[in-house]
């Protein structure tokens, strides 16, 4: 059995660069760090198939998020609208461009409700996340954060 959990992992995780436009040094270290932390941890058992470990690649197609996965004798392509992401993306953007400017300026009680509001839309799109996902690929909670992040990133083209 745990050999199986093991298995069911990302090895490695991309993200198309036209998909991406130019970011603040904030948002390139969120990126950096929530790629780390998902190689480092994660929980990705796509539906179908046997054994990873999967590489994921991850890009906008036609206001499509789009997820390549492939593994030993596993390939494919799920494409999910966007469009129940909009809301939570946009606020969750919203509250970090605040919390970013907040913590070179703000008071800590301020810091620390904007990082409460940022945490709690991160939450609200991950479990948005693991629901689009359902039946498609299973993923934990803490995979689905880190995922959510990297949708962000692609979001912030803006």
């Known amino acids: 059995?745990?050999?199986?959990?093991?298995?069911?992992?990302?090895?490695?995780?991309?993200?198309?660069?036209?998909?991406?436009?130019a970011a603040s040094r904030?948002?390139?270290?969120?990126?950096q760090i929530a790629i780390?932390?998902?190689?480092?941890?994660?929980?990705?058992?796509?539906?179908?198939?046997?054994?990873g470990p999967y590489d994921l690649a991850i890009a906008l197609i036609e206001n499509r998020l789009a997820l390549d996965i492939t593994g030993p004798s596993y390939e494919r392509r799920h494409l999910l609208s966007?469009?129940?992401?909009?809301?939570?993306?946009?606020?969750?953007?919203?509250v970090c461009e605040s919390y970013y400017e907040a913590i070179r300026h703000a008071t800590p009680s301020r810091i620390e409700a904007l990082d409460m509001g940022r945490r709690g839309l991160h939450d609200e799109g991950s479990v948005l996340l693991q629901t689009r996902l359902a039946g498609k690929v299973e993923i934990d909670l803490d995979?689905?954060?880190?995922?959510?992040?990297l949708i962000c990133a692609l979001h912030w083209r803006g």
Request: cysteine-free.
């Open 1 to 21: 059995m745990a050999d199986s959990v093991a298995a069911h992992r990302l090895q490695t995780v991309t993200l198309d660069d036209a998909s991406l436009a």
């Open 26 to 31: 904030d948002q390139d270290q969120e990126r």
């Open 36 to 51: 780390f932390d998902l190689l480092e941890d994660n929980r990705f058992a796509p539906e179908g198939a046997e054994n």
């Open 82 to 94: 966007l469009s129940p992401f909009r809301t939570v993306v946009r606020d969750y953007r919203m």
């Open 143 to 149: 995979t689905a954060r880190r995922l959510f992040t």
